[in-house]
């Protein structure tokens, strides 16, 4: 394989897409012969932030400690038409009302024309009994800075697999976890949707534990690769991940012992005792999945006999689209009517409130923070045992709790 074929019904995150200096370094073939890269994303300290810096310079839009760099230079310079090109001559009419206009002559573009084509070179192929585990070498390159996370991710998935390239609501998350580290401290957090596992690798450099979850034995090993790789940020929160599956539209958690990524029962009876943090990050994009997520969320809500908050990361994605004939984002508007359903459900076991954030903290990672990102947090509130009895057990393995009252179908409705 010497070229990365995207196909079109694949999609491409901008996290990857603009970031134009960084070298996209492929690894492996994953077990699925997938392309793997491994992206380096800085952790910016007081002074390298972009909301430290002068207004007027701008923010980077995204990258690692992105310094601009020659052709950077060179393409601001060509843009102001400082590189003695023919730029800016008024276009005029001739007489037979033809327009012209002055184009830059062609030699100003080095650059484009002798840009070689970029054919990946395949450093290491994986072996998929290998894959789960280390295989990683501690070369130069492999240096453990501890303000850098190594993310291992894919390029141009097709929906079934976008939880393998790492998104801007991942970065939102991690923003406001960084901004607010005492909201965190100590807790047990389960994070819902992880992906590549970024936003859990953050949290876990402040909390106790967490429970990264997903869906899929080859997203969750290159999840589970990503902890490791990352392990040296975790060590002085002494702060665990476990990499478990838990799949929005199945009921029930996996205890079987001979399962990858299943859960054992203490696991399992821990979490529900006392996660009172949920994360999701950049979730929202499927109306279907849409709803697995708020029933999950509502099982979740009502097993917990403690109040617990959700925080969730969503880009608005608009398009135009001709059943409006306007820009809208249908995925957004089910997210809305899903949070408004939720927080008028009365089921007598737990009652949710729902606020959206404001999202100017600060930016510790770079990228381009668009009106479209926003967070919300939806918190769960037990009832009183006073006025309904609690479960018989408020864990187990089972997420299945239902929304007893028919007329409150939040799973067909919503
Ligand atoms: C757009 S990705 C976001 C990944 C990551 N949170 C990020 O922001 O980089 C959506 C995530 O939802 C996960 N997902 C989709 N369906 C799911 C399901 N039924 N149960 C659990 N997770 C699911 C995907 O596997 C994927 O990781």
Redo the contacts with the bound molecule.
């Keep these: 394989m010497d070229r990365i074929t995207f196909h079109h019904d694949t999609v491409l ?1 901008d ?1 990857h897409m603009l970031r134009p200096n960084a070298r996209h370094l492929m690894t492996r073939l994953n077990s699925v012969g997938q392309p793997v890269f491994i992206s380096k994303f800085k952790i910016l300290s007081v002074g390298e932030r972009p909301d430290d810096k002068d207004p007027e310079k701008g923010v980077p839009e995204a990258g690692v400690g992105h310094e601009p760099k020659k052709e950077d230079e060179k393409v601001s310079q060509s843009q102001d038409g400082e590189d003695g090109g023919e730029v800016g001559g008024e276009p005029f009419l001739d007489e037979d009302g033809d327009f012209h206009i002055t184009h830059r002559p062609r030699t100003n573009l080095p650059e484009r024309n002798s840009r070689d084509l970029v054919c990946p070179i395949i450093l290491q192929q994986a072996d998929p009994e290998l894959e789960p585990e280390e295989e990683h070498s501690e070369d130069e390159d492999d240096q453990a800075f501890d303000d850098i996370i190594k993310i291992e991710h894919t390029m141009a998935t097709t929906l ?11 970065f939102l ?1 991690a923003d406001f976890i960084l901004s607010s580290p005492d909201m965190f401290r100590g807790a047990t957090v389960l ?6 596992g ?2 859990s690798i953050v949290m876990a450099t402040i909390c106790k534990t967490t429970f990264c ?4 034995a080859d ?1 969750l090993s290159m999840c589970k690769k990503n902890v490791t790789l990352n392990r040296h940020l975790m060590e002085a929160a002494g702060g665990d991940v476990r990499v478990r599956q ?5 009921h029930d958690l996996c205890t079987d012992a001979d399962v990858e990524f299943s859960w054992t029962e203490e696991e399992v009876e821990d979490m529900y005792n006392t996660t009172e943090i949920i994360i ?4 929202i ?2 109306d279907e ?1 849409t709803d ?2 708020f029933r ?1 969320l509502y099982r979740l809500g009502s097993s917990f006999s403690h109040r617990c908050s959700v925080f969730i ?1 969503i880009e608005k994605r608009m398009n135009f689209t001709l059943r409006h004939m306007d820009v809208s984002c249908d995925a957004y508007n089910h997210f809305s009517r899903c949070l408004s359903q939720l927080e008028a459900l009365q089921d007598g076991r737990c009652s949710f409130t729902v606020q959206q954030l404001p999202t100017h903290f600060s930016q510790f990672l770079l990228y381009d923070r668009t009106e479209q990102l926003e967070l919300w947090k939806v918190t769960s509130t037990p009832t009183p045992p006073e006025r309904t009895p609690p479960p018989e057990s408020a864990c187990g393995s089972s997420l299945n709790a239902e929304p007893p009252t028919p007329h409150v179908p939040i799973h067909r409705s919503c």
Excluded: M
């Excluded at 079934?160 to 991942?170: F, I, L, N, S």
């Excluded at 979850?213 to 899929?216: E, H, L, R």
């Design positions: 995150s996290v079934e697999d976008v939880g393998k390239q790492v998104w801007r609501g991942a998350l994070e819902l949707g992880a992906g590549t970024l936003t979850t997903d869906v899929g997203l838990l799949d929005w539209l199945q999701a990050a950049d979730v994009y499927d999945l697995g997520l999950t990361s």
